[in-house]
């Protein structure tokens, strides 16, 4: 199981188990990688939704679980606004 596929996995979580404060968590990522922390975790199960789609061993659905997603009509639109294309689009 991808480790950003647990659905419970969110700033406090990161933060906790980075030993840092969600403030300081917030900053560094910022930093670094100019997202909020939960964009980064978002786009993080993004990129592994398209790898998981252009393999083609999976259903649409069944991505959208695997990588933390709980709805398959949020991840659609959050797929959508990432890369342009829908899911389905991907697999061919």
Not at 6 to 33: E, G, Q, W, Y
Not at 44 to 63: D, F, I, T, Y
Request: hydrophobic share 40%; aromatic share 12%.
């Amino acid at each position: 199981m991808h480790p950003f596929a647990n659905p419970d996995l969110n700033v406090n979580f990161l933060a906790d188990k980075l030993c840092i404060s969600r403030s300081r968590l917030f900053a560094k990522i910022k930093t670094l990688a100019d997202v909020s922390p939960n964009e980064m975790i978002q786009i993080v199960r993004l990129k592994k939704a398209a790898q998981m789609l252009s393999e083609g061993n999976m259903k649409v659905s069944e991505v959208c679980y695997t990588v933390g997603f709980s709805n398959p009509s949020y991840f659609f639109k959050c797929f959508y606004k990432q890369f342009g294309v829908s899911p389905s689009e991907i697999r061919k």
